[in-house]
Every structure is written in structure tokens, then in C-alpha cells.
């Protein structure tokens, strides 16, 4: 009887070993938890984990905090992960740490949001910067007929993506010889800011045909002031939000279309993008490639290191309903 | 009130900058001074106007409040939740306001009945709570909400905004309870000395708790007010809240040393931001200015009123 204990109990801890040794962990540390955004891709994260036959690890700091951050990779690499990827909340002061896991033997990776780009394997990127500047001005200029102005409400001023793809959105304004932006004002993380700004540039800019909300909070914000200020029809909101964000303003007229792409996929291919590296597999250069479980074709740029998502979703009343984050 | 402190108070400081901004915002843009325009403004006003109420208090009792922003997030999640889970619109409201009196109520008891210091107290509460409303929102923001929960921020009455109405009946009250009412008078007293004021038979403890419950009460009106503008309750809704209320009540002429300060001056405080942020924009000012000069107003007029006391006290 008790050799048979003892069978049974080195056999458990034997079976233990070797699962642990064959499931991956991987770790992705949003920028912060608690946003419906994030929460996307968790649940892409975990889909994926699923799927592929993986541990996901889902842990973050509750406000955008650098230090927290750090501390939480520290703590992961304390732990013994196999793959962290991380959105970083300073893309440079992120780079110490992620030497020090890439020193442990851990794949390091960015996704969302690059940093530490000298260190990390790769970027798992939703779209280039480019191709979400280009889809929002599409839209504006969509939305206003080709002529007419418009004004952007953004974050915080010194957010760096927020910051490119206004760039990259004015780049592609050239090619739009009669649209004029007439303002660009900021209003951090804050519905009620951005409200309060957006009824302040409807009242500055009454001929303005389309208002534009370039982070998950401004746009919503913008909706709502065009609501308020009684321009339903006359001005169009729009901008990078969450689909849940929009659904009602979408219900009351004040807008048609916004940009964004699918968070949840994004979650399943950084997933996908570990395990296969993990794998000892090199991404193919340049040419889509098949991610059974998600509804685009990435690519791998390996000059920057980049795997990109794909083309930038726009939302319109008849696929809206269709996306729950 | 005399004459000589009438001109050495900082209600005439504020109120004069502010003349001259509204001046200057309507002479360079004829859209500045309009019916539409004030009404953003003074809604703009409304939330932070209203929770300054309690702020003005707390720091004229020599304390501070950095909970104020986590008790308004609670007090959204619970109207949310409460809404979107079938309450009657009233009841909701209601009952969000009665959260953020319970929590004030909490920073009440630790301040006025244990002494603990109220920087210490709120602080922990601010974090504290920050984390309950991850929690209870479990991630997710509450974005559809019904109509009828909205008429604390979009309601009117004789076509004013009822945050608009809000804050001119708080305030209007207050700054009466605050000059004629005994408890009122308390207030001041306990920040100017408290061992006096107890040793003169009143009951410092109580006056303490009273101010930080009210905070927590008009931080709850406050709350309704932002989630009915806005229509939505987010993990980080009132984050900051409180940076902007403590702004306001010092612009104001509250002295942070206690003792000192109106509920007038804070709304006047609240104003002069407001105005200020609206005017920007109508100027089309870049934006990245408009920080910098709301730091220079804040030490200029503290500067200006320092000067002008110096030699005073």
C-alpha cells in the first residue's frame, strides 16, 4: 500500500514536471487593466492560450503607471515566464527591464504600443501608424463630402501615438486640397474634459462639418457635445474609439463612422506570435500570413521587426453590432 | 464687511482678472460672449463648482481632501450599476448621493474621532477606493445608460441646465451657512485654532465630521452631474477630479493654512478656469499654452494677494 502511495505520488509530481515544461507561459502586461480596450485583449489572449495549448498570463498596473509596470515584468521574470510582451507606458524606461528578462532567456516582445526596440524580438503591431492616420481622414473626408473643416480633440498632448497618427493624418490632409483643419485641442483621459472641449471648439468653429475624437475617451466626448451644442446632422463626430463607446451616439445621429481595429485579435496574434517564435519558427518576410483563428492576414516587416495586424476597421451602423468590447 | 477688506479681499482679486479676461476674450472673438457660450461655461463649472463646496470647508478646517475624485468614481459606478440594473432614475441618483455621504462619512470618522491626520486618511481612501470601482466595474465601462438617469447633468428648468441650477443654489446657500450659521461660524473657528475653540465649549470632533460627510454628500451631487453629462461611467471617471477642485478652492482665496476662505471665492476660482480654457480655445491659443498660463494665474494671484495683506497678520 504505501509503495503504491509513493508510485502514485512520484508520478503525479512527474506528470507535473513535464506539463510545465511543455505549456508555454506567456505574459502579456497591458498598460493598464480595467479598460474595455485591454479587456479585448485578454480575452483574444486567452482565446488564443486556448487554442494553441498555452498558459496566458494577464497582469497590469489599475492607472498607466511606469514604475508599477516595471515592477510587474520584474516580477514575472522572478517567476520564470517563457514569453512577455508588454504594452509599454514608457516606451524607453521600459528598456533595463526587458534586458534583464531577454538576459533570463525570455522572449521579449511589445504589442500595442513599441519600446525598448533594440531589445525586444519583435512588435506585434494592430496597424501602422500610417494606415490609421490615412483610415481616419478617409473617414473626415468621407463624412464631409471632400470639402469643408474640421478639428481634432485629442488625448494627452504628449502622447507619443496619439501624436503620429495626428501626423500621418495631416500628411494624408494634403491630398484633400479643400479640407481645412482648424484646430487641434487636448483633453487627457477625461469624458467630461473632452465634452467641455468639444462644445468649446463647436462654439469657436460653427462651420466645422466633422469633429474628430483621436482616443477612446475624446471620441465618445465629441459625440456628446454635438448632441448638446443641437448640431445632430450638421456635424459629424467621429474618431478611434471603442465600438461600445459608440453605439448609442451612433443610435442619436451624431455619428456615422469611427476607426479602430479589433483589440480581441490583436490579443490572439501577439499570443500566436510568442508560441510560434517559442517554436524556434522565423516569421516569413513581407507577405501576409495565415493566423488560423483571426479575420485578417499579418505581415512581418523584418526591417523594423513589426507584425501588423492589418488594415485599420472602420465601425458603421451595420457591423457594429457584431463587436462586444 | 468694510471697505478696507472689501479691496484686500481675494474675491475682488479673482473678480477683477476675471473682468479683464472677459473683456479681452469678447473684444478679440464676438463668440465669446453669448448665451450658448456662458451656458458651456458654467456647466463646465458645475461639477467641480459644487464639490469646491465641501473642499472650501475641509481646507478652511486646515485639512484636505484627495479622496474627492475616487468617492465621485464610486459614487458613478454605484448610479451606473443602480441604473442600468432597473432602479427608477430618482432612486439611483439618490442613493449614489448616499454613498458618497457614507464615504465621507468614512474619512469623517477617521479624521474627527481617531485624529488621524486628513492627508493620511484621504489619501488611503483615494486609493482605496480607486481600486474598488476596478473592481466592481470589473474592466468594463458602463456606456448605456438610460435616458432618465441623465437629468442630473442634461435635465432643464425654465431652459437652464439643472447643473447650472445646482450650483447656483449650493453655492448660494453655503456661502449663507457658512457667514450666518453657527456651525457655519465653527467652521472657521476650528481652523483658526481649535484648542481654543474646544476649550470655548464646542464640540470640535463634531463640527470635523460634519464638514468631511458633507464633502462626501456634494462630491455625490457632483457625481450624478458628471455622469449625467457625459452619459458614461469609466474605471478612471473623477481621476484628478480632486487636483482641480483643491486648484480652484486655492485660486479661490481659501488659505491653505486654514482659517481663511469663502465658498464664494472657490466658484469664482472654478470660473476663472473655466473661462479661461473656453476662451483658448475660441482664440484658437495652441493648446499646450493654456497650462502654462493657468500655472502663472494661480501663483500671480496668490502673489498679488501676499503682497497686499503683507504686513497685515
Same mark, same amino acid.
Request: aromatic residues 10%; without cysteine; charged residues 15%.
Given at each position: 500500500?504505501?509503495?503504491? @502511495?509513493?508510485?502514485?505520488?512520484? +508520478?503525479?509530481?512527474? %506528470?507535473?514536471?513535464? +506539463? +510545465?515544461?511543455?505549456?508555454?507561459?506567456?505574459?502579456?502586461?497591458?498598460?493598464?487593466? =480595467?479598460?474595455?480596450?485591454?479587456?479585448?485583449?485578454?480575452?483574444? =489572449?486567452?482565446?488564443?492560450?486556448?487554442?494553441?495549448?498555452?498558459?496566458?498570463i494577464y497582469t497590469g498596473p489599475t492607472t498607466d503607471s511606469v514604475a508599477k509596470q516595471i515592477e510587474i515584468i520584474d516580477n514575472l521574470i522572478t517567476k520564470g515566464v517563457d514569453a512577455i510582451a508588454v504594452a509599454p507606458n514608457d516606451p524607453a524606461a521600459i528598456t533595463p527591464i526587458m534586458k534583464k528578462a531577454k538576459g533570463k532567456g525570455i522572449l521579449t516582445m511589445t504589442s500595442d504600443t513599441d519600446g525598448a526596440q533594440n531589445v525586444r524580438e519583435v512588435f506585434v503591431n494592430q496597424a501602422?501608424?500610417?494606415?490609421?492616420g490615412y483610415a481616419v481622414m478617409d473617414v473626415v473626408a468621407e463624412l464631409m463630402d471632400y470639402k469643408g473643416k474640421f478639428a481634432i480633440? +485629442?488625448? =494627452?498632448?504628449?502622447? @507619443?501615438?496619439?501624436?503620429? @497618427?495626428?501626423?500621418?493624418?495631416?500628411?494624408? %490632409?494634403?491630398?484633400?486640397?479643400?479640407?481645412?483643419?482648424?484646430?487641434?485641442?487636448?483633453?487627457?483621459?477625461?469624458?467630461q474634459k473632452a465634452v467641455d472641449v468639444g462644445l468649446s471648439v463647436i462654439q469657436a468653429f460653427p462651420d466645422i462639418k466633422v469633429i474628430v475624437g483621436m482616443n477612446s475617451t475624446s471620441a465618445p466626448g465629441v459625440a456628446e457635445a454635438v448632441e448638446l451644442a443641437g448640431k445632430v446632422g450638421q456635424i459629424w463626430a467621429t474618431g478611434i474609439t471603442v465600438p461600445s463607446m459608440m453605439k448609442e451616439h451612433m443610435k442619436k445621429g451624431s455619428v456615422k463612422k469611427f476607426v479602430l481595429w479589433d483589440p480581441e485579435n490583436l490579443g490572439y496574434l501577439t499570443v500566436w506570435a510568442a508560441k510560434y517564435l517559442l517554436d524556434g519558427n522565423e516569421f516569413p518576410a513581407n507577405k501576409p500570413i495565415d493566423v488560423p483563428g483571426i479575420s485578417t492576414k499579418p505581415i512581418y516587416y523584418p526591417g523594423t521587426k513589426e507584425l501588423v495586424l492589418g488594415p485599420p476597421l472602420v465601425f458603421t451602423p451595420e457591423n457594429i453590432d457584431k463587436y462586444n468590447f | 464687511m468694510g471697505l478696507k477688506r472689501v479691496i484686500k479681499s481675494r474675491e475682488l482679486t479673482v473678480s477683477l482678472v476675471m473682468i479683464g479676461l472677459v473683456i479681452f476674450f469678447s473684444l478679440s472673438s464676438k463668440r465669446f460672449f453669448t448665451a450658448n457660450n456662458i451656458r458651456n461655461i458654467l456647466l463646465q463649472v458645475s461639477s467641480i463648482g459644487v464639490a469646491s463646496i465641501g473642499m472650501t470647508m475641509i481646507i478652511i478646517t486646515g485639512g484636505i481632501d484627495v479622496s474627492a475624485g475616487s468617492i465621485l468614481g464610486i459614487v458613478a459606478v454605484v448610479l451606473g450599476k443602480a441604473a442600468v440594473g432597473g432602479f427608477p432614475a430618482w432612486l439611483a441618483i439618490i442613493l449614489g448621493i448616499l454613498v458618497g455621504l457614507?464615504? &465621507?462619512?468614512?474619512?469623517? /470618522? $477617521?479624521?474627527?474621532?481617531? &485624529?488621524? #491626520? #486628513?492627508?493620511?486618511?484621504?489619501?488611503g481612501m483615494m486609493?482605496?477606493?480607486? /481600486?474598488?470601482?476596478?473592481? $466592481?466595474?470589473? &474592466?468594463?465601462?458602463?456606456? /448605456?445608460? #438610460?435616458?432618465?438617469?441623465?437629468w442630473m447633468g442634461l435635465g432643464k428648468i425654465l431652459n437652464i441646465p439643472i447643473p447650472i441650477w445646482l450650483t447656483i443654489i449650493l453655492i448660494a446657500y453655503f456661502s449663507y451657512f457658512m457667514k450666518y450659521k453657527s456651525l457655519g461660524r465653527y467652521v472657521y473657528a476650528v481652523g483658526n485654532n481649535i484648542e481654543a475653540t474646544r476649550i470655548a465649549g464646542v464640540n470640535t470632533k463634531r463640527v470635523l465630521f460634519f464638514v468631511y460627510a458633507l464633502a462626501g454628500l456634494l462630491y455625490g451631487v457632483a457625481g450624478a452631474i458628471v455622469v449625467g453629462r457625459t452619459g458614461i461611467v469609466q474605471t478612471n471617471t473623477g481621476n484628478n $477630479?480632486?487636483?482641480?477642485?483643491?486648484?480652484?478652492?486655492?485660486?479661490? *482665496?481659501?488659505?491653505? !493654512?486654514? *482659517?481663511? *476662505?469663502?465658498?464664494?471665492?472657490?466658484?469664482?476660482?472654478?470660473? !476663472?478656469?473655466?473661462?479661461?480654457?473656453? &476662451? !483658448?480655445i475660441l482664440l484658437n491659443v495652441p493648446a499646450l499654452t493654456e497650462g502654462l498660463i493657468i500655472g502663472i494665474l494661480i501663483l500671480g494671484s496668490v502673489a498679488i494677494d501676499v503682497i497686499k495683506n503683507r504686513g497685515e497678520e
Open positions: 500500500m504505501r509503495k503504491l @502511495w509513493i508510485f502514485l505520488l512520484i +508520478s503525479v509530481m512527474i %506528470l507535473l514536471t513535464v +506539463s +510545465s515544461l511543455a505549456t508555454y507561459k506567456i505574459a502579456f502586461i497591458p498598460k493598464l487593466v =480595467g479598460i474595455p480596450y485591454f479587456n479585448a485583449m485578454e480575452a483574444g =489572449g486567452k482565446r488564443a492560450a486556448k487554442d494553441l495549448g498555452v498558459e496566458f501602422r501608424p500610417r494606415d490609421i480633440v +485629442s488625448g =494627452g498632448p504628449t502622447a @507619443w501615438n496619439l501624436n503620429t @497618427w495626428i501626423m500621418y493624418l495631416q500628411q494624408r %490632409l494634403a491630398e484633400y486640397p479643400d479640407i481645412e483643419l482648424v484646430t487641434i485641442r487636448y483633453a487627457g483621459e477625461d469624458v | 457614507a464615504l &465621507g462619512s468614512v474619512n469623517a /470618522s $477617521f479624521v474627527a474621532l481617531l &485624529g488621524i #491626520p #486628513p492627508i493620511i486618511v484621504t489619501l486609493s482605496l477606493l480607486r /481600486s474598488l470601482t476596478y473592481t $466592481f466595474l470589473g &474592466g468594463r465601462w458602463i456606456a /448605456s445608460l #438610460p435616458e432618465s438617469i441623465r $477630479f480632486e487636483l482641480q477642485v483643491i486648484a480652484a478652492t486655492v485660486l479661490g *482665496g481659501t488659505s491653505i !493654512l486654514g *482659517g481663511k *476662505g469663502t465658498v464664494f471665492g472657490s466658484l469664482l476660482g472654478s470660473l !476663472l478656469i473655466a473661462l479661461l480654457s473656453n &476662451g !483658448l
